[in-house]
């Protein structure tokens, strides 16, 4: 398991991108990646997506549409 608290946060959107990526590989080979952000456009990434607000579960939601480092979305059905 990776935890990852907003790993982007200081970085331009490039280096971001490549970050991303390198998760996506990482998840790809079968770990788990819990990661932290403010950023939407970074949370896209996700399968799934838990909003938070003030300590209390907002939503708990499946992203049906996963942005993939290259800037492509794949949708999953279901």
Do not use: W
């Amino acid at each position: 398991i990776i935890l990852a608290d907003e790993p982007t946060g200081n970085l331009d959107s490039k280096t971001s991108v490549e970050i991303m990526g390198l998760f996506q590989e990482i998840h790809a080979k079968g770990n788990t990646i819990i990661l932290v952000t403010h950023e939407e456009d970074i949370a896209k990434y996700a399968h799934r997506i838990v909003r938070l607000k003030d300590g209390r579960i907002e939503s708990d939601e499946r992203n049906h549409d996963i942005k993939t480092h290259e800037g492509i979305s794949l949708s999953l059905d279901n």
